[in-house]
């Protein structure tokens, strides 16, 4: 089993910066990818980046490349996301969300392709 916990959401002015972890609680973590998610009211789920944890590989959505960064704690099984220069665009709940890398050959983009979820956090900006 597979138990995502996200922290690290609040409310910043534009301009600003947050990271938000993703701690993972799994027996094979070595063996996941795991990846950000956020959802805007009225808005479907949309893919900003994910990590292949076993060859420290990373993937980033083009619409948030060059400000958002995933990234791995050495010392423990969580993943970051970088979010810099948050912008009024940005504000959504933020789902971190984890799959089996077996039968994966690329990193997986689309939520239907990850079985595990967290419970969201949100994030706020203001002007």
């Known amino acids: 089993q597979v ?3 996200e922290s690290g ?3 910043v002015q ?3 910066s ?3 972890s993703c701690a993972v609680s799994s027996d094979s973590f070595s063996d996941l990818d795991v990846g ?3 959802q805007a ?6 893919f900003l980046a994910t990590f292949r944890v076993t060859t420290d590989t990373a993937a980033t959505a083009g619409d948030v490349k060059g400000r958002f960064t995933i990234s791995r704690d050495n010392a423990k ?3 970051y996301l970088q979010m810099n220069s948050l ?3 940005d504000p959504a709940t933020y789902y971190c969300a984890a799959v089996s890398i077996a039968g994966n050959l690329y990193l997986p983009t689309r939520p239907s392709k990850y079985d595990y979820w967290g419970q969201g956090i949100q994030v706020t900006v203001s002007s």
């Open 87 to 89: 912008q009024p665009e």
């Open 41 to 46: 009211p009225g808005r479907d789920r949309e």
């Open 3 to 5: 138990r995502l916990i």
């Open 77 to 79: 099984n969580t993943i």
């Open 36 to 38: 950000w998610f956020r």
């Open 9 to 11: 959401g609040g409310s």
């Open 14 to 16: 534009a301009g600003e």
């Open 18 to 20: 947050l990271r938000l």
